[in-house]
């Protein structure tokens, strides 16, 4: 069996590594804001290339906490997509705002900026572009669009960790970027995570205690806020793992170009890599006419796939009352046709041709 994601093959030195770092935390008995957590702070946001770091328990809250900072409530309109993960939906939904949808470029199936103006109205305060899949979004213009309508620019960076748009990492262009940690993310925690960038120290400080019950010092409440909180465990096995991120996004990109040699000339649509910017391949999701039979057909010869995702959030049944209806027609295609094909760092060139000559027989 080909799995979709293998964290098993996590190098066993990475493994002792780690679990040297959780023996330190055991041995300090402190589990909550203490030191790892400050120094992953610090050493994420240095390699993203923002000034402040800000670690939460997901990439849900990052993205729900940036939102609040900002002042996005009630009667408020935030732009974004609705082929995403339904945590960039929810985030709005949760600070009562309301989600209005751009349709996607077809290509990179990121946001398509060029419609972002239209969608524009007195009661719009921000943008949240999302880098699906590992593939930057168009920041140049979200960034231009903002600044003509004096909007905010939260970036949904959760499947980009490390990817570039013009040589800056995605995650610091934006007023605050948010990354998830879940498991299987580039860079992943032993359970949730995430955290959010912003080079604005006041938008920094302010998060750092909407995650702390809105407490600037113990037991002194500025305003109400909430428990999000990125522990001292995770923030530990997260220091050890970010020095190998590099190493892994290069591994993905490769497994990119051989997937694209092994594929090419079949009757699919393979991903691409825009100009001035660079990929992570988070995952490498293809277009097939007959998608589900193709995921039939790879699963019978013990290959595991995935689509994300299925049916776009404007349709999901807790969103159809609050979002604006629209004419999305390049996200109802890709809905229709998008498979997401085995994709880690410790995925075999073998594999990969094994995969492409099974879709041969099929496609």
């Known amino acids: 069996m080909i799995s979709f994601v293998n964290l098993k093959r996590e190098p066993k030195e990475l493994e002792e590594k780690i679990i040297n770092n959780i023996k330190e935390v055991v041995e300090k008995k402190w589990f909550v804001l203490g030191e790892e957590l400050i ?9 993203i290339g923002s000034k402040y770091g800000i670690g939460f328990n997901s990439g849900s809250d990052a993205i729900y906490i940036a939102l609040k900072t900002l002042g996005i409530g009630k009667n408020d309109e935030v732009i974004t ?18 989600p209005v949808f751009v349709d996607i470029e077809p290509e ?30 168009d920041m140049d213009l979200v960034m231009e669009i903002a600044d003509d309508y004096d909007l905010y620019v939260v970036e949904d960076a959760c499947q980009a960790h490390g990817a570039e748009y013009k040589s800056k990492k995605v995650g610091c262009i934006g007023d605050i970027g948010c990354f998830s940690f879940y498991p299987t993310k580039n860079l992943g925690a032993y359970g949730d995570g995430g955290i959010a960038l912003s080079n604005d120290k006041e ?14 010092e113990k037991y002194y409440h500025e305003f109400m806020g909430v428990n999000s909180r990125l522990d001292e465990i995770q923030a530990a096995v997260l220091r050890v793992k970010l020095k190998y991120l590099d190493e892994w996004n290069e591994n993905r990109r490769k497994s990119a170009q051989i997937y694209g040699k092994v594929l090419y000339n079949l009757d699919l649509c393979l991903p691409i890599e825009m100009r001035n910017t660079k990929h992570v391949y988070h995952l490498y999701v293809i277009r097939c006419k007959e998608r ?72």
């Not at 120094?39 to 390699?47: G, I, L, R, T």
């Not at 938008?203 to 600037?216: E, F, I, P, S, T």
Request: aromatic share 10%; with cysteine; glycine share 2%.
């Open 81 to 98: 997509v609705p082929n995403t993960f339904i945590s960039t939906v929810d985030a709005i939904c949760r600070n009562n705002a309301k």
């Open 203 to 216: 938008l920094a400080q302010k998060m750092r205690m909407l995650r702390n019950y809105g407490q600037r």
């Open 292 to 363: 589900y039979k193709l995921q039939k057909f790879l699963l019978k010869n013990g290959i595991e796939t995935q689509i994300h995702y299925p049916t776009p959030i404007h349709l999901q049944k807790p969103y159809l009352k609050v979002a604006r209806k629209s004419q999305l027609l390049e996200t109802m295609r890709a809905c229709e046709e998008i498979l997401s094909l085995p994709m880690h760092p410790w995925l075999t060139e073998e594999e990969i041709y094994f995969v492409g000559e099974v879709i041969k027989c099929h496609v």
């Open 108 to 137: 990179t199936f990121c946001i398509n900026a060029q419609l972002i103006e239209d969608k524009i109205t007195n009661k719009t305060k921000a943008i949240i572009p999302v880098h699906l899949y590992g593939h930057p979004a």
């Open 39 to 47: 120094k992953f702070e610090e050493d994420f946001s240095n390699y």
